[in-house]
């Protein structure tokens, strides 16, 4: 199984300023005949299924704020918040789809400070 | 627009058999695969497995190979998922998701307890 590691567990950050979440995987997720990097992003509420911000690594999904944004290849990942805003607060979790069993990370909690 | 709603929470005892449904609506169901995926309470998520509707094709987290069986149902466009020999460490929120997981089931609570 591909094991993905995120980092930090939590993380603090004042309002307006940056966040970032780093991801690694036990393998790399960059497929060689199309050069994209099975890799996604998740945000998760309390109560709240899982919420897709971010695929192929770095393409944000339809109506996520531009503030998001993903980066990264092969075993390492950065999700990152421009300018956190307080409806920022959640779990966010790395997705690997480059093979079955799929995996996710730990998660890492955002919060204001 | 694209909707999966599942069954309601449900309580068993250990030992047990549970059987969970996602509706899908809104697209062809057999053009996409259905993942499951649960979440214990305060933790994080983790993939049990997926099921194409148009091959009937499954494909299990060795995990749970053995215990989960995913069925489909094209004529209600439903997918089921039944998770057999249930034990406490069970006790999740399962949630059901389509292809790409941009769209997800609200969730079922299943909690086992005797």
């Known amino acids: 199984d591909i094991v993905m590691t995120q980092s930090p567990d939590s993380l603090a950050v004042s309002l307006g300023e940056r966040a970032t979440i780093n991801c690694k995987s036990g393998q790399s997720l960059l497929y060689s005949s199309n050069n994209k990097n099975y890799l996604a992003w998740f945000q998760q509420k309390p109560g709240q299924p899982p919420k897709l911000l971010i695929y192929w690594a770095s393409i944000r999904e339809s109506g996520v704020p531009d503030r998001f944004s993903g980066s990264g290849s092969g075993t390492d990942f950065t999700l990152t918040i421009s300018s956190l805003q307080a409806e920022d607060v959640a779990v966010y979790y790395c997705?690997?789809?480059?093979?079955?069993?799929?995996?996710f990370g730990q998660g890492t909690k955002v919060e204001i400070k | 627009q694209v909707h999966l709603v599942q069954s309601g929470a449900e309580v068993k005892k250990p030992g047990a058999s549970v059987k969970v449904s996602c509706k899908a609506s809104g697209y062809t169901f057999t053009s996409y695969h259905i993942h499951w995926v649960r979440q214990a309470p305060g933790l994080g998520l983790q993939w049990m497995g997926m099921i194409n509707p148009g091959l009937n094709s499954t494909n299990y987290a060795q995990k749970f190979q053995g215990r989960v069986t995913l069925t489909t149902d094209t004529s209600t466009t439903t997918v089921y998922m039944e998770l057999s020999s249930l034990r406490s460490d069970d006790t999740a929120v399962y949630f059901c998701a389509r292809q790409t997981m941009a769209v997800w089931g609200q969730g079922t609570t299943v909690i086992v307890s005797s």
């Open positions: 997705h690997q789809y480059y093979t079955t069993p799929r995996t």
